[in-house]
């Protein structure tokens, strides 16, 4: 039997703690229908008997407390809500337990943002992660030692797991499912629940936020300047002159501020705006690259793919509800 702990922190997200003993349970029922033993003994664990959620809405009764537990297989570490250091504040309790579980040889997966707590352990330095989309900016602030992998929905290195943002998770509970078991029983529940086994990637639905939680002004100047001025061709020498600041100079203070260069900025801001017309106008292709500034129509659509992980016309058939579908 592998022992699957899956943790109850406060300000946690309900669902990805149902979602997950759902899975494994199911898995377990699945096994048993196919002749095989039941695999995995499923608990929720924390340190305390009862935990409120939801401003006290819900309460979610854990099976066993830390203290109680010698070893176990994998533990599962939840999306957390609200405030992330607050959240992870209200759960040091928790974090030498998952650190102490993992030196005894356990696997270790945090779902979305539950990565933060995961961090909070040490455990993430000089290793890659995944988590929402929404908190990559906050995540590099408060773990600058862990490096983020944008977009990815699933990470894997040392027997530590992270998935990106909310549903994401499914794939990477998915993910651990095949591995304990086998791919038949990975599809079989990949089709149960209705998820796709193999998506790789978050990318199509992240949203480009500007990236402005930082304080150099100069810097700022010219994320608004690119952003008032999608349609122009923008360079680099232009923007550096336009600041009075060298070209070198400028360069490497945008890229610490923004974690991107100056011309991934300028792309992703003219794609984010591409995204947007294709979600909400009956524009075609070409008329919304000549908008955001492009006019090389294969430059434009492999950015948008590098970008989205989607070509404009899968992208435009997908969100936009008014356009004949494109093929």
Known sequence: MKTVSILVPESSVMQAIADPQYLFSAANQFLAASGKEPLFQVELVGAKKEIKLNDGRYSIHTDRLIKDIDQTDLVLIPALF????????????????????YEKGAEVASLCVGAFLLASTGLLDGKKCSTHWGFQNEFRELFPE??????????????????????????????LLEKYTDRETAILASKYFAIDIDRD???????????????????KMAQDFIEKNIADRILVDDLASML??????????FKL????????????????AAKR?????????????????????????????????????????KYNKMAEVEV
């Open 277 to 317: 017309q294709f979600e909400n106008s009956r524009k075609n292709i070409n008329e919304v690259m000549f908008d955001v500034g492009y006019t090389d129509t294969k430059a434009f659509r492999s950015m948008f793919k590098k970008i989205t992980g989607l070509t404009p016309i899968a992208y435009r058939n």
């Open 201 to 219: 990637s978050q990318a199509a639905f992240s949203m480009f936020k500007g990236q402005k939680n930082h304080t150099d002004e100069a810097v």
């Open 244 to 253: 009075a600041v060298g070209r070198r100079s400028f360069e490497r203070r």
């Open 257 to 272: 501020a923004t974690n991107n260069t100056v011309q991934e900025y300028i792309h992703r801001v003219k794609i984010e």
């Open 82 to 101: 609200g405030d992330m250091q607050a959240a992870i504040a209200k759960n040091k309790t928790l974090i030498p337990w998952v650190s102490e579980q």
């Open 146 to 175: 862990v490096e983020v992998m944008d977009g990815s929905v699933i990470t894997e290195e040392h027997r530590i797991y992270s998935s990106g943002g909310a549903n994401s998770y499914w794939c990477l509970l998915l993910h």
